[in-house]
Each structure stands twice: as structure tokens, then as C-alpha cells.
């Protein structure tokens, strides 16, 4: 058994079937919520078409040719799309919809994607240890609340906590509620814990009101309508002046701008324990990584545009390093020390 698995329960088990199960029944020829599920295309007769190495190129290709009707990608290989030279050559009107997963999608990006490439666009939030079932209400409806993962499933619980104190934040229900870390239960959620490993069990559990909690690692806002927006993952927070910076923000104003491609935003030490933003940013041209002249330009536009639409302590005191390419694990998320 891999020493990274996580010990599911036989009742687990059945109940995330038994959810599935629901899940495609309820959506069998609903227009509007067509889900990008392998198991429901495979059993409806469809064909699904898999890559162990996407570039934006091959992809806009098999869109074309192969008349593919629904993708599900990661934000940064969307964003690579979008910003295509080439994108608008190719005919993509056979996608319905395109599904992004692994890590936030802003509504910003969500927004400018969905005018560029002419197609609904949502984001699906789960977790292994939550069997893949969280918050399964996403479909087309989606698309028209940017930056949304949608609403939980029935017989799943959660609670926002505060970031200080760990304790659940009253709702607001006049207004979002939040940002806070995001706590679930239920009966999809992996109560037997990691195989193997269990001070990472310990920690990934919280005990609230006699109960044991998932703790899913992200920040998230809860609107008065009860559907949610994951601002950024808890774990990749900083404090900076006191005040906690949430790279997703950052990231978002920097890739609105033509000459980025890909961006990552990171702490980098200031004297006396001290942190300040920094961002490794990868140009759109290649050539600029060749220009010294061009790398300053580059950066100090970079620089302005934070300046100029965020708050004081957001600002890249850090500096913008201009890289080749981000690493990212498979689902796109930030691998960079």
C-alpha cells in the first residue's frame, strides 16, 4: 500500500458510491449541469481522451479536430490557453464546458476566460480524504458566479474558523461570512486517517463541540446564499506587518496583464523575523529572459501595477524575479520553496 494512502471505511465507501450514484441520476440529460465525470461519460457511451503532457497548442489542436465537448484542466494550464497568440485561430464551439480543478481559480481569470474562449467555465472543489465529495454542485448554472466552488452536499457539514482564535466564525447572514479556514464532516470523510502516518492523522483532525472535523487547508468566504469561494490555500498565507497576505490576490492583478504568463507569489525574509511578498513571474516571451534592459522593464511594470491596485503591505517589496517556468505538481499547484 502506498505510504501516502488514505485508510477509507467500508461505510465511507458505500456512502461515496451511494452519492455517485445520486450525483449521476439526478444530472442524466440536464442541460445544465453536464458534469465532466469520467464514470458518466464512460457509461453514457462517450469517449474521453487523456494526456500525461498537455501544451496549450495540442490542446486547442484536439479541441478542433477531435471535437471534444468538455475539458477539465488546472488554472494555470487555463490561463496558459488564454493567453495563446493563437487561440482565436482555432474553432473550439464544440465545448460546452470546461471544468478547472487542483487549485483557485479567480473570478477575474474565470471571467476573461469564459469571454475568450466563448464557454461556460466552473471550478470543482473535493479532496481525496473527502472521497472526491464536497461540494459536487457544479454545472453550467456555476458559470455565471465567477470564482465560486459552489454548494455543499446534503448530509455534509462545515464550519468556517476564525484564523486566530480556531474558533467557528458567526454567520452573517446579511453578507459573505469569512474568509476563514474551511472545516468539514461527514460521512464521505476519511475517519480512519492516513495509513502509516499518524501525526499527520492528529493534524489534519480538530475537535469541535465533541466532534472531529476535517480540516480541508483552505480559506474560504460562505455568501449569504450559503454558496462558497475559496480565497486561497490557509497554508500558503504569510504575515506581513501583521497583516496576513493571501497570494491568490497578488497572483490575480499580476496575470491580468498581458506580459505574464504564469506567476507565483512567495515570503521572502526582511530583517528581524520579518517577510515581504515576493513574485517569480515567467514572460510571455521568452526573449525577454535574454534582455537584461527588458527583465528591469518587465519588473518594475510588474511592480507598479501591485502599487497601484493594492493595499500597502501587498506590495512586492520582495522584488519580481523573472523565471523560465514555475514548478507545479500535477493539479497546478505551487511547488516553489
Known sequence: MDPDSRRLTYAGLLDGALSLAHGFAANVGRHDELLPRIGHTAIRGG??????????????????????????????????????PLVHHYDLSSLE???????????????????TLKVPIVQR????????????????????????????????????????????????KGGPTGPGELVVLGPNVFTA??????????????????????????????DADWCLTVVDWW????????????????????????QALDVAVVPIPAGDEAQV?????????????LDPAAQSMLAKTQTI????????????????????AIPRNSTGGNCAP
Open 47 to 84: 469517449t474521453l481522451f487523456f494526456w500525461d503532457r498537455l501544451g496549450t497548442g495540442n490542446l486547442l489542436d484536439a479541441v478542433q479536430r477531435l471535437k471534444i465537448t468538455q475539458s477539465v484542466t488546472t488554472p494555470k494550464n487555463l490561463v496558459a490557453v488564454i493567453k495563446d
Open 97 to 115: 464546458l470546461i471544468t478547472a480543478i487542483g487549485a483557485p481559480l479567480s473570478a477575474a481569470t474565470q471571467q476573461c476566460a469564459m469571454e
Open 125 to 172: 472543489y473535493a479532496a481525496t480524504e473527502t472521497l472526491g465529495l464536497t461540494l459536487p454542485r457544479w454545472g453550467k448554472g456555476q458559470a455565471t458566479r465567477p470564482g465560486t466552488i459552489g454548494w455543499l452536499l446534503p448530509g455534509v457539514e462545515a464550519l468556517l474558523l476564525n484564523l486566530t482564535t480556531r474558533e467557528p466564525l458567526p454567520i452573517n
Open 193 to 222: 486517517g492516513y495509513y502509516q502516518r499518524p501525526a499527520e492523522t492528529e493534524a489534519v483532525f480538530t475537535t469541535i463541540g465533541g466532534k472531529l472535523w476535517l480540516r480541508m487547508g483552505d480559506l474560504v468566504i460562505m
Open 235 to 258: 497554508k500558503e498565507n504569510f504575515g506581513v506587518s501583521w497583516n496576513q497576505v493571501i497570494p491568490s490576490n497578488i497572483e490575480a492583478e499580476l496575470l491580468k496583464t498581458y
Open 277 to 289: 511578498p515576493c513574485a517569480s513571474v515567467v514572460p510571455r516571451s521568452k526573449a525577454v529572459l
Open 305 to 324: 501595477v501591485i502599487a497601484r491596485t493594492l493595499t500597502l503591505y501587498k506590495h512586492l517589496a520582495g522584488g519580481v524575479v523573472l523565471v523560465n
